[in-house]
């Protein structure tokens, strides 16, 4: 039963890898913006916090936003199959639905996790940022990575269209990443949004990365735990959604 | 092999399904036909396990589907109603993704693929993006993705509808052919003659039920067709003087033609010309699916 399993989640990893191939613009293009705007816009950070500071800022506002606006791949491609009727017709056979979310969410993982790697390396090799401990980091941006997965799954079983999910994503990537202090720092906002930021995964995620970049384990996990929690709390809904039939195509 | 018993499915006050049984044996094919609304549609998705039932029963070779869902699934293919295919990806990747579902891998994966594909008249367009193919290839690429693996289990909801002579052709063939390999298929549609090519017995649905079941041929050879005649004074009114009574209680005239019920045209043809009538034109039309609708339904309320 276990390896049927997992050869029912292999084939729907291969599936899934390939319409992310055959569609590439997307992904193309997030992950190319976030390589432009930290060229373009790490001086303004470095003259307001420092070179170090300001280095540090702009990487991780940028990982921070982009990674959290590249949620949508994981939303569209979701959406898609509701709108295409293939998420019931696979539902329909012997996939289990957590075969089907795995089958979906690994592909993205890994060009989530490409994305950021991406900016990390940028921000190594042409701007000098330091990393005290890659595997610290390498834990800090796989918890923010299934917490972005799970978000942006949930979200996806959740809405009634394409427009919508858009507007979530784009509004609530930018709320979110505000809050959480990754495009300003948390020091220059108001008292209000600090006292609010905790509740946003966009915060867990800069002080995950924030810590591990300085190497300290015991913020990096604890961080990175809290990231957990929204991946699994997202999951949850996602499941619920995904067995009860509440997101069935014809609920569009 | 499908046996379904006593469904019930409400949604708020409206019963899908209020006591819904069909039992379809191997190497059957069942044409389940009912209007819009009789509930077939939910059937098919109670079987597949889409929706559960709000009680009643369904067997698939022996296995509760209701109780070991993923067990059931294993042993059905389906072609739903709506287009169901990945539009970005190729006839082949479709047909490689619901075959490696049903269990199917390497080389018999890609045998498997490319049978169907020759079934179905699929062959050439396998490398197309289905976005790109006509809607009768799209309609054969979404049969082969239920009929690859050979389930024993086939349900086709409305597989031809819209559907050009050769891909109605083409699916009809290889639904005849896997029922003669012993798969049970339940098969929804609103065109009798494609069940009758397929020799199919009729499950006739209505209001959540199915309230007819047996052999197309015994269902309606009951009923009345018509026998439709036009005279050589077409437009105006056959002088009702001229027809004999017993035709002139069942007759209508309908734009100058004079539509007779009967149940043997043939007699009845030659008792018109033996009044003495002089049709220019002549037409029987036999007892239909809107026929064996109207005669259920009038049994249905003279029973309530």
Redesign the interface.
Known sequence: MLH?AA??T???IR?NT??ML??PGPLASRMILPLAFLILLHPLYEQAQGAGRGVAQAVLATLVTFSMLAMSIVGSSILTERI???W?????????PVELLAGKALPVIVALLAQQAAVILLGVAALGLTVKSLPLLAVALLCWTLALTGMGAALALLVQSLSAMGACYDIGAMILSSLGGALVPLAAMPAWIRHAAPASPGYWAVFALQAALSGDAGRTMTASAVLLGFTLGACLVAAARATR?RA??AQL | MLVAAGLVKRYGTTAALDGFNLDVGAGEIVGLIGHNGAGKTTFVEIVTGLVRPDSGLVRIGGVNALRDQRAARRMIGVAPQEQALYLSATARDNLRLFGALAGLRRSALTGAVDRVAAELQLTGVLGQRVGLLSGGQRRRTQAATALIGDPPLLLLDEPTAGADPETRGALLAAVRARAQAGAAVVYTTHYLPELADLGATLAVARAGRVIARGAQRSLISGLPGELRVRFDDAGRKAPPSTLPPALADRARNVDGELRIASTNPPADLAALLAAGCAPISVDVRQPDLDDLYRALAKEAAHAA
């Open positions: 049927e050869h029912r292999g084939a729907l599936h390939l319409l055959r569609e295409w009727h293939t019931e017709r696979v539902r329909a056979t012997a996939t289990h039939g069935r195509s």
